[in-house]
């Protein structure tokens, strides 16, 4: 997490990154690493709505409705996470919890 956070910190110093870049960027990353045994995909969401409010791209009141366009392409969705993750699984040391999570 430690990671992620510096990551966002030193993005936020490119002035002329695009806001829907930077929350997909650093959401991304947290549903990448996964760090919660629960509520990943919600926090996963908030990220991202946190991120571009907090960039003046969407008011601040308003929540977009991100969970209804992602279920509408869930197939795609899938794909790209796969993408980026199948190549990165050689390198994970999975450790199995007492609940049987990884």
Known sequence: MGGLIDSYQR???VKLMD???LAAIISFGFFYIH???DGNGRLHRYLMHHILADQEFSPKQIILPRSAVL???IG???QVLEAFSLPRLKFIEWKPTKNGNL
């Open 71 to 73: 279920l509408e392409r």
């Open 11 to 13: 993005l936020l110093k």
């Open 19 to 21: 806001p829907v870049v």
């Open 76 to 78: 795609e969705y899938k």
């Open 35 to 37: 760090p919660l045994a």
